[in-house]
């Protein structure tokens, strides 16, 4: 496990992490007012019956990328702590397997991963299946991640890289 990352100074980053969670809890509050916990609203947006979720998807993905990019930026202040740790990642072959298997998640419970956790805040118990999805799947890849990894790494084709 990761060690907490430290402030200027060493100490560790609690107040840091108590704003980060109080952000969650927004985040899931804003999720259940959209509509975004309601199943048959997932559904509608996927038939393409209603595409009010797909436009609250499309301006979150917009401030997302815009406050990591600032963040990235970042060079003193509280939040410069977290430039560090903001970078890009490289493309796998494991990543068509895990966006399948993160697609048919979706897809079975009705529900993203944050849409669960917020379901959850609202009591809806039928989330319990998809909080345990979630462990079950991160508890896969931490057995299985690197086996997969190395087996599709053999299989996929050379680069000229």
């Not at 309601?38 to 009010?52: C, G, N, P, S, V």
């Amino acid at each position: 496990m990761n060690a907490p990352i430290a402030m200027r100074g060493g100490t560790p980053a609690t107040a840091a992490t108590w704003l980060l969670f109080g952000c969650g809890l927004l985040f899931g509050f804003v999720l259940s007012r959209v509509g975004a916990t309601d199943y048959d609203a997932i559904a509608k947006m996927f038939l393409l019956e209603d595409l009010h979720l797909a436009g609250v998807i499309g301006i979150a993905m917009v401030v997302a990328g815009l406050g990591l990019g600032w963040v990235r930026r970042m060079r003193s202040g509280r939040l410069a702590v977290y430039a560090e740790v903001i970078k890009a990642k490289p493309t796998k072959p494991g990543l068509v397997v895990g966006a399948v298997l993160f697609g048919a998640g979706w897809a079975i419970t009705g529900t993203c991963p944050g849409t669960g956790l917020a379901q959850l805040g609202e009591g809806k118990l039928m989330a319990l299946f998809t909080v345990a999805g979630m462990f079950i799947g991160a508890g896969g890849y931490v057995r299985f991640g690197a086996w997969v990894e190395a087996l599709l790494g053999r299989r996929a084709p050379k680069s000229g890289r």
